[in-house]
């Protein structure tokens, strides 16, 4: 007993500072698992217990016991009792973790949706796809490359894949309890859908990329510089820490802050615009915010990307969430079918024409697909690329909209091909190379 006794209070202080240390990450913990589960309930419809076993089944955010408050529209999280986080559903802004002092309320104003549909068959409009037998598509060979991509569901852990091909659906395959109706976490895949918002006000000849970054506060000192270009190709030079392990940028961010539009607004240069390039979420969201100043109210900001590019491209099931002060999350929150993820494919392999009307200039394309310095060829502006062979058996002119936990859309212009992917795992547990090689095989 003596032993026990001398140990436990050796162990005390070990314990004591274990808890010190790691207390502030369930911040983390509880902040993902409730925001998590409010969004993929009510925005994208979908069972609570699948949510749980499958979405939420990760190291550490597992510790989290979830419940749901139905009647308030919200979804509540804590560790063991501690850190307790609540994240709830405001309507045509999708989820938003809230603490004690948010009150429902403050009411925001919502998005206007045109929600008519397009007299076209997929994917330039809403009606059934055309059942075309394409006589260079070798439709066996697409189906093995389908299924394999299935074909390991513990490793791989694929959900959905789409492939596109000239304009017609070559074909399209779901996992149970997902289907071509279910909205689908683009994660950083709404970077792209972002910038593609600075590509249509260039087209409507309200901003260019080389204009500096309107902050008042960057006026008078060296960030005043940096460009709307230098922001889109994350070569800034602002300090950014992009790290989800610990309380770092990226997750103060993301689970401490009300406005995140503004969190990388007061970092300091650590070198010069286009001298490094630094991957910063961020970057986005302070992209976001200088895009709702260039509207005269909040309703405009909110109405934009629904006019001119969402629902004017039929991407009706698509729900941008916004943080607590009504600014659109544009590092990771946009929820839409992998059907409305390809149509956004189809838009940058047809440079930005949408049955007859251009929604960004051409040239955009070569914009967002122009090599970032430093970037070793994988990006461009807001943009992944293939320009120096990452994946070495598919096109190098291919690029994509990238998302964690392997979130994608590949545009393949040599190939007249836009191909979807969504799931629970990225490279290497699900082989990009293999899966595009195979998938390319089907028009060669």
Same mark, same amino acid.
């Given at each position: ?31 993902? /698992? ?7 309930? %009510? ?80 994917? %330039? ?48 395959? %779901? ?95 650590? /070198? ?28 405009? %900001? ?115 091909? #836009? ?5 629970? /795992? ?12 195979? #998938? ?5």
């Amino acid at each position: 007993m003596k032993y026990l006794k001398r140990s436990l209070f050796l162990l005390l202080p070990i314990l004591g500072t274990l808890v010190y240390l790691n207390y502030p990450k369930l911040n983390i913990i509880s902040g993902y /698992a409730s925001k998590y589960m409010a969004s993929a309930t %009510y925005v994208a419809e979908r069972d609570s217990s699948s949510i749980v076993e499958n979405d939420l089944k990760m190291p550490l955010v597992e510790l989290a016991e979830v419940s749901l408050d139905m009647k308030n529209s919200a979804a509540l999280a804590s560790v063991y009792g501690l850190m307790n986080r609540k994240a709830i559903y405001r309507e045509g802004l999708g989820s938003v973790l809230v603490d004690s002092d948010y009150s429902t309320d403050d009411t925001m104003p919502q998005p206007y949706r045109s929600f008519e549909e397009i007299a076209k068959a997929y994917p %330039y409009g809403h009606l059934k796809e055309k059942d075309t037998l394409l006589p260079e598509v070798d439709y066996d060979q697409l189906n093995r490359a389908s299924a394999q991509a299935f074909s390991n569901p513990e490793t791989q852990k694929t959900r959905t894949v789409l492939v596109l091909y000239k304009g017609f659906l070559l074909g399209e395959r %779901y996992i149970d309890g997902f289907s071509k109706d279910t909205r689908v976490l683009g994660w950083s895949m709404t970077k792209s859908l972002l910038a593609t918002c600075y590509g249509i006000l260039e087209h409507q000849g309200k901003l260019e990329m080389d204009w500096p970054a309107p902050i008042p506060e960057w006026k008078d000192d060296e960030r005043g510089q940096i460009t709307l270009n230098h922001l889109l190709r994350m070569q800034s030079g602002l300090a950014w820490e992009e790290d989800y392990s610990k309380i770092s940028d990226v997750t103060q961010m993301l689970f401490l802050e009300d406005d995140m539009s503004w969190a990388q607004k007061e970092k300091k240069l650590i /070198a010069q615009p286009t001298e490094v390039w630094n991957y910063s979420s961020g970057t986005t969201n302070l992209l976001s915010g200088i895009l709702r100043q260039q509207f005269r109210s909040q309703q405009e %900001y909110l109405d934009f990307p629904y006019q001119f590019l969402i629902d004017k491209i039929g991407m009706h099931s698509m729900v941008l969430e916004a943080d607590v002060k009504g600014n659109y999350v544009g590092s990771y929150y946009a929820w839409a079918t992998t059907r409305d993820w390809a149509r956004f494919g189809q838009l940058y392999l047809d440079k930005g024409s949408w049955n007859g009307e251009q929604v960004f200039n051409p040239s955009w394309v070569d914009y967002i697909t122009e090599v970032t310095a430093d970037s070793d060829g994988e990006y461009g502006a807001h943009f992944w690329l293939n320009a120096q062979g990452k994946y070495p058996d598919v096109p190098r002119d291919l690029f994509s909209c990238n998302g964690f936990q392997g979130q994608y859309v590949f545009v393949i212009p040599s190939k007249s091909m #836009v191909v979807v992917r969504t799931g629970l /795992a990225e490279n290497p547990e699900f082989d990009v190379n293999g899966f595009l090689a195979e #998938v390319l095989k089907s028009v060669e």
